[in-house]
């Protein structure tokens, strides 16, 4: 079975720049999580999809970043302008349904240095 | 508001300890604990537990949910260099299966 697959896994952007991310889940995994990981903290949640729709966006910086899912498959994350401060890892992550409570696998994600 | 921490924060020992890592939660509309280990950049799943007292075994990894004092434990037994790593646990919320991370507990064995 395939993973979970993001790509670009490098990305050095000047600050002001646009970004996007992309993200390929499990196949048939309606859940569909975009994260955000800081150099020694834990992943934080920016949005999390079940099929098409949103579930939860409540921490995702709208006035720069945006995300969607549009076929309830394949997802893009964008940054637009980026800041000093997204330098992170953006990880993706997919679950079969989080409704029925079923654990999540995770991409390789993408690093992101904004200089 | 939701939120998931870890203890210790970092962690060195020799090759063959045992180590306890901790993990409490405060989730409104709790319904699972997970526990997952990130060597480079991925997370990869260990375990999820969701009824309290009952431990999960992996071979030289356990865990246990606690509901009444809202925590879990991960035990490694006669820990090797290839276990070195970040530990991080995420509780599951039962509304919208929303998982909250905590902040990660570093590991370091040391041949």
């Known amino acids: 079975e395939a993973g979970v697959a993001q790509s670009p896994r490098y990305k050095i952007i000047e600050k002001r720049q646009s970004v996007a991310f992309w993200c390929n889940p499990i196949?048939?995994?309606?859940?569909l999580y975009w994260y955000q990981q800081i150099l020694g903290q834990g992943p934080k949640l920016l949005i999390q999809f079940q099929n098409n729709g949103v579930v939860d966006d409540s921490q995702l910086p709208k006035d720069r970043f945006s995300a969607e899912r549009l076929k309830g498959v394949d997802s893009t994350l964008k940054i637009q302008p980026a800041k000093l401060e997204d330098s992170a890892v953006y990880l993706c992550?997919?679950?079969?349904?989080?409704?029925?409570?079923?654990?999540?696998?995770f991409g390789q994600g993408t690093r992101l240095t904004v200089v | 508001e939701d939120k998931v921490v870890q203890s210790p924060l970092s962690l060195v020992v020799h090759e063959g300890d045992t180590v306890t890592l901790n993990c409490s939660y405060e989730v409104t509309n709790f319904r699972s604990l997970l526990w997952y280990k990130q060597e480079k950049k991925a997370p990869t799943f260990l375990f999820m537990l969701?009824?309290?007292?009952i431990e999960k075994k992996s071979g030289r990894l356990s865990s246990i949910l606690d509901k009444k004092e809202l925590s879990s434990i991960l035990n490694i037994t006669a820990t090797q260099t290839g276990d070195s790593a970040i530990y991080l646990c995420a509780s599951g919320s039962s509304n919208t299966g929303k998982l909250i991370f905590g902040q990660g507990t570093t590991l370091q064995v040391k041949p």
């Open positions: 196949s048939g995994h309606a859940t």
């Open positions: 992550a997919s679950s079969l349904d989080a409704g029925r409570n079923t654990e999540a696998f």
């Open positions: 969701t009824s309290s007292g």
